[in-house]
């Protein structure tokens, strides 16, 4: 047998090269996305950048710990605390203390991201001038790179000053420099210091002082700004890679396995001739096994050879794109070869295994049969295993609604809740193929001629080849709508949350989201017929079920003009309760009763007991908490909201508004705007991750839609050239095969079409259980080009192959011998 295989490889190469093709895409795209999960699993050693010539760094207190009977927790504080007065005046008797302060400059025509320090901190890095000098008195600055020169006077948010001084660019940061006075004016809080003195004698002065940290060496790289970025790019790389692997992978299996089914089903005629001949069930399934095998197995090589190519294109375009930062590069890391290369070869075994038991026992007297209408193409395991896929499918729905609807928001729950369902209608297709190609060719038939009428039952006969065509746009189609809907119907709900609780007329926000100040603040306040509600971002630690410390964002606002701003979604008590001894919380806080007392923590590490005034529903999860100004330490206003008083002019107020932030740059804009300039739409960088995710995963659905199409078609020469000889034309056979493909591609529409419904209602369940009105979203436009692609790949794939085997005589390719 194992020479009949060999053979059979050769003489049904198409087939064969279909199957091939698909594995080895399949394999390559394993290897890719796991290449790329395995390189982003850890970030490179960064070394010290501001303080790298620093002898020692202090630190003040920048973590809360907080013990628990299971271990101390800990967290990031959102406003750090300085190193104590006293410390700082011992370590001054060592040597000499810099204190180091870092703040947002806005400079017009400058790069965004200027950050001021003072000058004396510029030799630490180390700085050096490149041209001028340094500065001197309050109105003078030396800034970083050769984007102002010196004698340049710069417009800033923090007054007009005068470059004296540029120093040499180190790439981390564009940086302003100012006298130390002038930078200890702007930000008097320092809660970092260098000192020039030996680290013992420091570290012996610091002990004693809680949270304070002494950091030398590559421990210094702990004082540079966002010393965590590293952390937070493998995180966000992890799950990107993630997602995107996982719909990699599930793709890959599925086209695989139903690729090599489908080639397997397509013999069956072959494989009664040789029971006939004699061979064994056992003969037949060991010779499928074999075929599968070899093609398995070179396919899985070549599949891993594209993927050594194709992972560092993938990783060149995430760095271009911004998804990745730049030192992402692709790893040494072999894992992913192996496990591709032998994952491609199981799936392609297993995609035989059951398709080569039937084929075992294939009744001899099936090949007499001329019929070419498919039967017991739904099989009592297939059926089972359906029936078990919607089940599971369902069953995970519905226990998520009942018990947390909030969990089916998250990216890893929408992105993986699919997947069953996909594989649940897939199995089931063959029961609604015939009768929903009957449907959707209904009027076709109805047309003079017999054209629409074969279109009909040619399509409703070939049970099997109609299945195997449809299953990747159902994959493709489902995907798209499932997930790209997913992220549309959130969206809507997240901006339709935020425009129920904005009552505002309008919404003034400071220029590169550094905060405003005093002054600025009073300019607002004065605007005649403006009620104005400054409001600042804050941080609330909670410990949850005495074991686990979450970190919840705030809002810090005067309750009084707070009311008259916003309609937060309350469900029990009333925002005009909140005081300075309590707090605003959501229904996801451990403790959510109106009256009871809670701890907490604020951004600062200060431990608080404060009182629940009001309970918000959970919503879509960014309701967040509100607290008073008193209760969220070092917040700086960052939103202001304004409502236009009784009898008041809207457009005198809006006028008086700009005029109020014309000098520090502020921007006003109505509640409809600002809902519109803050709704999740805008996010580029979740746009281009599903582009990422769903564009490769789609790419090889489409590529494996052409190839199915040409192995079904080569499978038809036969009854093409019966078609010639009944008369038809070259051009009519053609038309034919174009539309058959259509309708199939029409049949896999609507099913990705229902399995994209399906989803999307059980997202739209859990939002209306979380109290958020809003309708589901469909990406039409994306799903119209993705049909629209897969008709024309289907219909080139179908329509070239059949061309070309109606060039021979219609006699030779219909096996009549003269």
């Known amino acids: 047998m194992l020479s009949i295989a060999l053979r059979t490889l050769r003489v049904r190469w198409v087939t064969f090269a279909g199957s091939f093709v698909a594995l080895s895409l399949g394999v390559a795209l394993l290897a890719v996305m796991g290449s790329a999960l395995a390189s982003s699993l850890d970030a490179p050693v960064r070394r ?238 060991r010779m499928v096994c074999a075929e599968a095998l070899a093609v398995g197995a070179l396919a899985s090589a070549t599949g891993c050879l594209l993927g050594l190519r194709g992972a560092p294109l993938l990783a060149d375009r995430v760095v271009a794109a911004g998804l990745a930062p730049r030192w992402f590069t692709i790893g040494d890391s072999t894992w992913p070869y192996h496990m591709a290369f032998w994952t491609g070869l199981f799936v392609a075994l297993c995609g035989v295994v059951a398709a080569s038991w039937r084929a075992g026992r294939t009744s001899p007297a099936q090949a007499l049969g001329e019929a070419s209408v498919d039967s017991g193409t739904l099989t009592w395991g297939r059926r089972l295993s359906g029936a078990a896929l919607l089940l599971t499918g369902a069953l995970t729905l519905g226990l998520a609604l009942a ?247 809207a457009g005198s107020v809006a006028a008086g508004l700009r005029a109020a932030v014309r000098d520090s740059g502020g921007e006003v804009r109505t509640g409809d705007q600002w809902v519109g300039a803050v709704s999740p739409r805008t996010d580029r960088t979740t746009r281009l991750g599903f582009v990422l995710v769903l564009g490769i995963a789609l790419l090889y659905t489409g590529i494996s839609l052409a190839n199915t199409m040409v192995m079904a078609t080569s499978d038809r020469v036969r009854d093409l050239a019966v078609l010639r000889l009944a008369g038809a034309t070259r051009w009519q056979v053609l038309r034919l095969v174009g539309a058959e493909a259509l309708t199939v591609v029409a049949v896999g529409a609507l099913l990705g079409l229902v399995v994209a419904g399906l989803n999307l209602a059980g997202m739209w369940t859990a939002l209306e259980l979380l109290s958020v009105h809003t309708t589901i979203e469909l990406p039409w436009a994306t799903i119209g080009a993705v049909v629209t692609a897969c008709a024309v790949l289907a219909v080139v794939s179908s329509v070239v192959p059949a061309g070309l085997a109606l060039r021979r005589p219609a006699v030779e390719s219909a096996g009549i011998r003269q």
């Open 403 to 649: 018990g947390d609807p909030g969990e089916l928001l998250h990216r890893k729950a929408y992105t993986s809740r699919p997947m069953p369902l996909i594989c649940g209608v897939a199995l089931l297709a063959p029961v609604v193929v015939r009768p929903l190609t009957r449907l959707l060719a209904w009027l076709p038939a109805r047309l003079p001629g017999a054209g629409g009428m074969l279109v009909r039952e040619n399509a409703a006969a070939g049970v099997r080849r109609t299945a195997a065509v449809a299953a990747p746009v159902l994959v493709t189609v489902a995907l798209a709508g499932s997930l790209l809907g997913a992220t549309a119907t959130l969206s809507g709900a997240k901006a339709a949350e935020t425009r129920e609780r904005t009552a505002a007329a309008f919404v003034v926000t400071p220029a590169g989201g550094a905060g405003f100040d005093a002054a600025t603040l009073t300019a607002l306040r004065r605007v005649p017929g403006a009620e104005v509600s400054a409001t600042a971002a804050g941080t609330v630690y909670v410990l949850a079920d005495g074991v686990a410390l979450l970190r919840s964002e705030a809002r810090a606002a005067e309750p009084g003009p707070l009311a008259a701003t916003v309609r937060p979604p309350l469900a029990a008590g009333r925002l005009s309760d909140l005081d300075d001894g309590s707090i605003v919380v959501n229904e996801e806080w451990p403790r959510h009763t109106v009256g009871q007392r809670v701890p907490v923590w604020l951004g600062d590490g200060t431990r608080k007991t404060l009182r629940i005034a009001a309970v918000m529903t959970t919503g879509t999860g960014d309701n967040g908490v509100y607290v008073t100004p008193r209760n969220a330490p070092g917040a700086r206003v960052d939103r202001v909201d304004v409502a236009v008083g009784r009898g008041a002019d």
């Open 48 to 285: 010290p950048e501001r303080f790298a010539a620093a002898p020692v760094v202090v630190k003040g207190p920048d973590t809360l710990r907080v013990p628990t009977p299971s271990g101390v927790r800990t967290q990031r504080l959102a406003n750090p605390r300085p190193v104590p007065a006293g410390t700082v005046a011992r370590l001054r008797k060592l040597g000499t203390v810099v204190e180091d302060r870092a703040f947002a400059v806005r400079a017009a025509h400058g790069p965004g991201g200027l950050v001021g320090h003072p000058w004396s901190t510029a030799a630490f890095a180390p700085y050096e001038l490149s041209a001028g000098r340094a500065p001197r008195a309050a109105g003078e600055v030396v800034v970083s790179g050769d984007w102002a020169r010196p004698g340049r006077t710069l417009r800033t948010d923090r007054g007009a000053v005068r470059v004296v001084g540029t120093v040499t660019d180190r790439g981390f940061e564009d940086a302003v420099f100012y006298t130390d006075a002038q930078a200890a004016r702007l930000s008097p809080a320092s809660v970092q210091l260098a000192v020039d003195a030996d680290a013992t004698a420091v570290r012996e002065v610091v002990r004693g002082s809680a949270g304070v940290q002494v950091l030398t060496g590559d421990a210094r790289r702990r004082a540079d700004a966002d010393p965590d970025r590293d952390s937070r790019a493998v995180t966000a790389m992890n799950a990107m890679f993630g997602t995107a692997g996982g719909v990699a992978a599930f793709v890959s299996v599925f086209v695989v396995a139903s690729t090599f089914a489908f080639a397997v089903a397509q013999r069956r005629r072959e494989f009664g001739l040789l029971r006939t001949a004699g061979a064994t069930p056992g003969q037949i399934r």
